[in-house]
């Protein structure tokens, strides 16, 4: 059976600038704290947390969706790629993220439920408020 993770956050940022950020490596890396290697095009690398993170841009559709394929070093060699969808969607002055992440691995799944809040949405926010 097929896992699937799916959240919503709403940061205080609009729907386009949390777009371009999550594309911007410099800025995509002030969020989280680590050096992120990022396209916007599909093909482009994804690398973020010095290699925990890796995959490649499926869609960019600007400026309201990304789709990546996307794995962990928890994956194990045999795992196949996991698919992440973002979703960015205007809610008044904010912007909404509206995730689905597809096929991760049952054995990393709690980690990467839990990961997001902890290492994407608390810090974006923190890094949005403190602007």
């Not at 600038?17 to 095009?41: K, M, R, S």
């Not at 809610?91 to 054995?107: A, K, S, T, Y």
Request: glycine letters at 8%; proline letters at 5%; aromatic letters at 10%.
């Amino acid at each position: 059976m097929r896992s699937v993770i799916r959240q919503s956050v709403v940061l205080p940022a609009t729907a386009d600038a949390l777009f371009d950020a999550y594309l911007d490596p410099a800025e995509h890396g002030a969020i989280t704290g680590a050096a992120v290697a990022i396209g916007t095009e599909a093909g482009d690398e994804f690398r973020a947390f010095g290699g925990v993170l890796t995959g490649a841009m499926l869609a960019v559709i600007s400026p309201r969706l990304i789709v990546q394929s996307w794995r962990s070093t928890e994956f194990k060699v045999d795992d196949p790629d996991s698919t992440l969808i973002l979703t960015f969607i205007p809610e008044n002055r904010q912007g909404r993220i509206d995730l689905v992440h597809l096929d991760v691995p049952d054995h990393d799944l709690d980690g990467v439920s839990k990961g997001w809040e902890k290492y994407y949405w608390t810090p974006w926010r923190q890094y949005l408020e403190n602007r």
